[in-house]
DNA sequence: TGACATTATGTCGCATATGACATAACCTTC
DNA sequence: GAAGGTTATGTCATATGCGACATAATGTCA
């Protein structure tokens, strides 16, 4: 394939590349899901620091006990979203999620 | 009410607290709001500085030119997850990501 | 051990995010 | 100002996340 061609689709938004955009696909699922691990963790932690029990971080949440288990778990059927809004509503500071983030050993 | 009664109520999840709880849930609203809205800009600075158009980038996250410009606009309806995904695809690191959330001034 | 509190798991019906598509709006460059 | 490329906006059908509920599993303490 020519070069101009090749630019011509790459610009309508056709994959011309290689298969390691594949790859970094899967590589960044990976980091996603490291990412959602570690967020979980800390919620847990924050809510045990504060001697609440899985329902009443859940009334707080305006949530259920069963989804502060799920997220606690790491359930993947939880979203980024209501994990950050949970730690955020457990006083999480931008700062100290940033730390969360930092603290990730990744590929 | 007496403190027994309280804390019967509290374990079981019940709202006992005060009004500071609704007004920390808006806080933490807002928080989340400038945490997207970072990051938006972020992705979006990204996408340009390696030259790619709105539908190459869309393209390599297997989504459409009209969802990328929407999460560059910041739009209510784009989720977090697809926020960090769209960026780890990008090549973002997750000490990058925890820049961005330091960088931000929240209240 | 038994009684009770807490957490984990599974499943609903409903709400919201998704990719796709159409098309409008906005830039450049001629 | 026309043409072509890029980005913004609106709308669908479908997929996925949601709170709620039931109930199983685990923990705790008399």
Redesign the pocket.
């Known amino acids: 394939m020519n070069k101009t061609k090749k630019e011509?689709l790459r610009?309508?938004g056709w994959r011309v590349g290689t298969a390691a955009d594949f790859l970094a696909l899967s590589e960044q699922e990976a980091a996603l899901i490291e990412i959602k691990l570690a967020l979980a963790r800390d919620l847990?932690i924050r809510?045990?620091s504060r001697k609440?029990?899985?329902?009443?971080?859940?009334r707080l949440?305006?949530?259920?006990?069963?989804?502060?288990?799920?997220?606690?778990?790491g359930?993947?059927?939880?979203?980024l979203?209501?994990?950050l809004r949970s730690l955020l509503s457990l006083g999480a500071s931008t700062k100290q999620l940033a730390r969360i983030f930092s603290s990730l050993r990744t590929a």
Do not use: C, G, N, Y
């Open positions: 011509k610009k309508s847990k809510r045990q609440l029990t899985q329902a009443e971080l859940a949440l305006r949530s259920s006990q069963s989804r502060v288990a799920k997220m606690e778990a359930d993947p059927a939880v979203s979203d209501l994990l």
